[in-house]
């Protein structure tokens, strides 16, 4: 059972890592407020 929660807790961080919020263009893009990067997803 512990391995399991550990599996999903794993699983759920990197899900939460990968994830931000910011508005997209109709392409799927948008710059970085902090770096001024701009990228698609």
């Not at 807790?9 to 392409?27: E, R, V």
Request: hydrophobic share 25%.
């Amino acid at each position: 059972m512990k391995r399991i929660l550990l599996i999903c807790f794993i699983g759920m961080s990197f899900t939460y890592a990968n994830a931000h919020s910011g508005g997209t263009n109709s392409q799927g893009c948008h710059t970085n407020s902090k770096t001024g990067d701009y990228h698609c997803h």
